[in-house]
T-cell receptor, first 116, second 114 residues
Framework: AQKITQTQPGMFVQEKEAVTLDCTYD???????LFWYKQPSSGEMIFLIY??????QNATEGRYSLNFQKARKSANLVISASQLGDSAMYFC?????????????FGTGTQLKVEL | DVKVTQSSRYLVKRTGEKVFLECVQD?????MFWYRQDPGLGLRLIYF???????EKGDIPEGYSVSREKKERFSLILESASTNQTSMYLC?????????????FGQGTRLTVV
């Protein structure tokens, strides 16, 4: 079984500040991938960043970075220099790789609001 | 431009009706997924499929069934719609073997059961 937990239903951040969105996971799969998606109010799902369980370095994509702590089973998303356009719902997701691991599981999401 | 297309953006159905939600992808993806999205509950997986005629139950399959007769098409069926199935439904697809690649989503179908 695999499970994603996002404990922050809502977050506020000031423009130009950095913000961390929490994600913890649980899986019995020895190999897995972690994803973050953004969903603006328009409803589309936008892929942000990926981290593989065996990747040695934390993933980065522009202003997004993933703080991956395997022993703690956490995969927090860090957004640097927040912009008003970052206001959206953010979802953490996990995909197992072995043992029939095609399942893609999402968390409950964090609603981020960027303020002036 | 890669695409996942859901047949309807908005749908209103009556209780007890049989409802079909259709999803088509043009990326030759093996995996296809159906989720429902509800406030505070995130995306919950209903069913997924990794091949034609294959299906796997997700976390909330009760009250739903699926059909995958062609690789590009994955249908979600509500056999007898109920008001508690009022929700946003999202279809997604990704590659089976390229496990580091992201899933692509349709625009969603807002289903209201009255």
């Amino acid at each position: 079984a695999q499970k994603i937990t996002q404990t922050q239903p809502g977050m506020f951040v000031q423009e130009k500040e950095a913000v961390t969105l929490d994600c913890t996971y649980d899986t019995s799969d020895p190999s897995y991938g972690l994803f973050w998606y953004k969903q603006p109010s328009s409803g589309e799902m936008i892929f942000l960043i990926y981290q593989g369980s065996y990747d040695q370095q934390n993933a980065t994509e522009g202003r997004y970075s993933l703080n991956f702590q395997k022993a703690r089973k956490s995969a927090n998303l860090v957004i640097s220099a927040s912009q008003l356009g970052d206001s959206a719902m953010y979802f953490c997701a996990m995909r197992g790789v072995t043992g029939g691991g095609n399942k893609l599981t999402f968390g409950t999401g964090t609603q981020l609001k960027v303020e002036l | 431009d890669v695409k996942v297309t859901q047949s309807s953006r908005y749908l209103v159905k009556r209780t007890g009706e049989k409802v079909f939600l259709e999803c088509v992808q043009d990326m030759d993806h093996e995996n296809m997924f159906w989720y429902r999205q509800d406030p505070g509950l995130g995306l919950r997986l209903i069913y997924f499929s990794y091949d034609v005629k294959m299906k796997e139950k997700g976390d909330i399959p009760e009250g739903y069934s699926v059909s995958r007769e062609k690789k590009e098409r994955f249908s979600l069926i509500l056999e007898s719609a109920s008001t508690n199935q009022t929700s946003m439904y999202l279809c997604a697809s990704n590659l089976l073997w390229e496990t580091h690649t992201e899933a692509f989503f349709g625009q969603g179908t807002r289903l209201t059961v009255v």
